[in-house]
């Protein structure tokens, strides 16, 4: 089961930030919080990934409470090409192959 | 472009072919994995692949067979699908074990008749 809670939907105006809630109260010491997107019709595409502290790459940054309890992830000046569905994944160092993918929130970023 | 390619796009079988999906890296990664994805449903990893060794099967039915030549090639071996069998099939790959970012392919479309 995956172990993230997001929301099922949500919309932004194209050049606005984008804000992307997900909390995984369960979070464990030895897990990562990854992020990946979907395209419709596409496989998804890694967007970034952190332990606790925040991270920034030229897609997105991501924010990530002191408790690790919940994480935002961010895209600063989103574009229609940015409407995809987004998820949030915890995942274990150890061993740990293993991608579960929740439902994700599914993004529209409206002209 | 992401550097991982799958074959067919897209296919259309009866319950009483044999087909098989190849996928196709280019990162020089280590670690390969199939992914199913049905309508409405999330992504549901089948099997991983570490250094061409199987090291994890997802309880999946023995109609799927997955195979994995050397590092570069995975392969699934399709026979006596049922309907519900009609799912987006995804390829990955990984450098290695831990924290390493998968890169998808864009997939096959599957439809069993």
């Known amino acids: 089961d995956a172990k993230t809670t997001q929301p099922t939907s949500m919309d932004c105006a194209e050049g606005r930030a984008a804000n992307l809630p997900c909390n995984h109260s369960t979070i464990s010491g030895n897990e990562y919080v990854y992020w990946y997107r979907q395209i419709h019709s596409q496989g998804p595409q890694y967007i970034i990934h952190g332990l606790k502290n925040n991270e920034t790459n030229e897609m997105a940054s991501l924010i990530i409470t002191e408790d690790r309890k919940s994480s935002t992830l961010i895209l600063p000046h989103a574009t229609l090409r940015d409407t995809a569905v987004y998820y949030c994944i915890v995942r274990d160092v150890q061993g740990a192959q293993k991608l579960v993918f929740g439902q994700g929130t599914r993004l529209t970023i409206n002209p | 472009e992401t550097g991982v390619t799958q074959t067919p796009r897209h296919l259309v079988m009866g319950m009483t072919n044999k087909k098989s999906l190849k996928c196709e890296q280019h990162l020089g990664h280590n670690a390969m994995y199939w992914y199913k994805q049905s309508a409405k449903k999330p992504l549901e990893l089948m099997f991983v692949?570490?250094?061409?060794?199987?090291?994890e099967n997802n309880s999946v039915p023995s109609r799927f067979s997955p195979e994995c030549p050397n590092s570069s090639h995975l392969f699934l071996h399709l026979h006596t699908l049922q309907p519900e069998d009609s799912a987006l099939y995804l390829c990955a790959s990984s450098l290695g074990q831990g924290v390493d970012e998968q890169f998808f392919g864009p997939g096959t479309r599957l439809t069993v008749l």
């Open positions: 692949y570490s250094l061409e060794e199987r090291v």
